[in-house]
């Protein structure tokens, strides 16, 4: 009988250091086989945004660069998972495939059905877990209810993780010319794909700068990692609230596709402080971070209808308002005329990130000023963040809108200018996204339309949104602060 082959299905988890489910291929002692399907239909309602498809392009080539390194080949392929694992298995002797959980509702549904599908082929399936620090399921209130609230759900979750070491990158046997030949002899039959044949670049010009900026794959994530301990983390705390400063990790797109994993990251964390004594507050808030991740995952599992249902039916029957497509154009381009929001806004068409602050300022501004539904925001931004994760984009969305766990009460209303001058008081990061404010003296970068007219028009601002808003302040607050009284009427 001919040696079987092992596969690994990567999908959300493209690394080979701490991949639990390559190192179980491995350890089969049998050869191992890497497969990427490119099935965007399957993310249903939330197939892979064009910002995450660049970076998915990008992570690729490195994943492919760290496999040969392996001597592991990878194939590429695109179309439905069930049927072409099932073209691959038909291919070549397949004992079984391995691979990490992913937790998006309509990735489930997928998963379960091709666990069943090659089970009943007679192929082995294995699944494990490599995303997050604890399953969704692992943990449970008092009355073994899911978690809604974000502090007993942290008390518990720390409790229950241990700390474990990360896996090291597999150690692979090289093969032998009659494996090679197998598996030349089965490509040949295989609809495979080139990384360019995916067409996942887009086709204007628009991501060009990303490059600039990010460097997907393992080693650009280990690499912010070990910058951001040898710095940034010891201002934490403080520091990651002023959009400006850069102080945060920018993990989170290396974690949205699984070049890093947490628990890697919690380990050397850890190591940078040998903190049997515990870590420094500043540490020590950045790991909770992470456990916010937890907790968005935890809710996304436990109600998989929050991608595009409110989480409190409270809001059921609330009235949100039909979009008017020049306001939410203008909110999508960072055109609205409110300094902080446009450049949000801004920040994240160029850069494909927007800041953790200016992120929940701009979802108050759509959900409570504008008063637009907050599916509107989490499309757009799921459409433009490389860091486009389902369970932090619908948590995130959901808190702002105060429709979530744990929310923000809707009648708490970010004023984007106060919030300016607090978080970014020298208007460092509003001129770093909106030049047409450079020459505006601090004290009215965050609200150029209370300069008197001359000076508006010295600056060319007259009759441009920053001399008059698209957005009233003040009347949009008292509108939303109605709607919300009425919500039960
Ligand atoms: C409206 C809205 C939408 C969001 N959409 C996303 C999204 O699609 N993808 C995404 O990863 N995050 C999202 N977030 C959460 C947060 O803004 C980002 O995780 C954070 O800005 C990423 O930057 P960082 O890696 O430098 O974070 P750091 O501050 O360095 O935190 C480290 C990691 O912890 C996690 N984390 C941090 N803050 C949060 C949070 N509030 N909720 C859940 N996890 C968190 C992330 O994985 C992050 O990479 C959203 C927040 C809001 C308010």
Known sequence: MQTPFNLIWFRRDLRVADNPALMAAVATGQPVIAVFIHSRQEGGDFALGAASRWWLHHSLTALARDLERL?????????????????????????????????????IEVDMAVKDGLQADGVGAHSHKAHLLLEPWEIATGVGTPYRVFTPFWRKATATVRAEAPLPEPHVQAWSNDLNQVLDGAKATLPLKTLSELNLLPKL??????????HPGEHGAQERLTQFLSSDVQSY????????????SRLSPHLAFGEISPRQILAMVHAHWNSGMGLPPDAD??????????????????????????????????????????????????????????????????????????????????TKNLRYHWLHGARWFWDTLVDADLANNTQGWQWSAGTGADAAPYFRIFNP????????????????FVPEL??????FVHQPWSLPATELARLGLAGTPYARPLIDLSGSRADALDAYKQRHD
Do not use: C
């Open 71 to 107: 001597s592991i080949p990878l194939l590429t392929l695109r179309g439905g998972s069930l049927p072409m694992l099932r073209r691959v298995i038909a291919a070549l002797p397949v004992a079984s495939v391995h691979w990490n959980r992913r937790y998006d509702p309509a990735l």
């Open 285 to 366: 808030f950045f790991v909770r971070e992470l456990f916010w991740r937890e907790f968005s995952y935890h809710l996304l599992f436990h109600f998989p209808k929050t991608p595009t249902e409110n989480l409190s039916d409270e809001f059921d029957q609330f009235a949100w308002r039909e979009p008017d497509a020049t306001l939410l154009r203008a909110w999508h381009m960072g055109r609205t005329g409110l300094p902080i929001i446009d450049a949000g806004m801004r920040e994240l068409w160029t850069t494909g990130y927007m800041h953790n602050r200016v992120r929940m300022l701009v979802a108050s501004v759509l």
């Open 237 to 248: 705390r403080q520091g990651r609230d002023y959009p400006a400063e850069r102080i945060t």
């Open 417 to 432: 200018v106060t919030q300016g001058e607090r978080f970014d008081p020298e208007g460092r990061y509003v001129r770093q």
């Open 438 to 443: 450079a020459r505006v003296p601090n004290k």
């Open 205 to 214: 010009p628009w991501a060009d700068g990303f490059s600039a900026i990010w």
